[in-house]
């Protein structure tokens, strides 16, 4: 999982709390993103941040909110807006350079129970 | 729009024979192309990527993959699988195309290997 933490491994929560998911690199990494996996789903994105202070929606960002303050974290708050927060969500960074791409590293994840 | 495909949900093969996990894709430009590989709970790791040059990349644990621009494809092969290879398989592509331009990635396969 390199150098990319996720915070914590499970985490469960009542319906209609806001909860927030912690992302650290120490890669030094330039870009940052956070996608959603739900069974036969593949990977969706959520949110995506190519340098320190901005970040873009992606696919699937109604009900997700991130900020990105410092070049090593990217924490995404899952809001009462989300209408079904419960699933597995990653974190990934990678040394984005204009006219290259570089594969992504993830970390281990966050399972999020809603109930 | 981007798009991949990975028509097979699962694939099951006999250790020790060859193993393809298929993927196909679809990109208005020049694609640049992934294969990453998922245990049970963990992140996402990197397995290869092609970006140019040689249509057979290699790359992981003796992972290998071609690309085949007239076929739009970039199947994932490996001569001799292993137990240890079952994981669910996830391929993933990028428009070269100016700008930045995010990951599709596939809904994933799930390879099993019969000891």
């Known amino acids: 999982d390199g150098g990319i933490t996720q915070s914590p491994k499970y985490l469960f929560r009542k319906e209609g709390q806001n909860v927030t998911l912690s992302c650290e690199q120490n890669l030094n990494h330039d870009a940052m993103y956070w996608y959603r996996q739900d069974p036969g789903q593949g990977l969706r994105l959520i949110y995506y941040?190519?340098?320190?202070?901005?970040?873009q929606k992606g696919d699937i960002a109604e009900g997700y909110s991130v900020s990105r303050e410092k070049k090593e974290s990217f924490p995404l708050t899952v809001t009462s807006a989300q209408k079904n927060p419960t699933a597995f969500y990653l974190c990934?960074?990678?040394?984005?350079?204009?006219?290259?791409?570089?594969?992504?590293?993830f970390g281990p994840g966050t399972r999020l129970t809603v109930t | 729009a981007q798009s991949v495909a990975q028509p097979e949900d699962q694939v099951n093969v006999a250790e020790g024979n060859p193993l393809t996990v298929k993927c196909t894709y679809s990109v208005s430009g020049n694609p640049y192309l992934f294969w990453y590989v998922q245990y049970p709970n963990r992140g996402l790791q990197f397995l290869l990527k092609y970006i140019t040059g040689d249509n057979l990349v290699k790359g992981s644990y003796g992972f290998e993959a071609e690309f085949n621009k007239s076929q739009t494809s970039f199947h994932l092969k490996k001569p001799s699988a292993l137990v240890s290879d079952s994981a669910l398989y996830f391929c993933a592509v990028r428009d070269v195309s100016g700008g930045y331009q995010k990951v599709t990635f596939g809904t994933g396969t799930k390879l099993q290997v019969i000891p």
């Open positions: 990934a960074s990678s040394p984005e350079r204009q006219g290259h791409s570089y594969e992504q590293y």
């Open positions: 941040s190519q340098i320190v202070n901005d970040f």
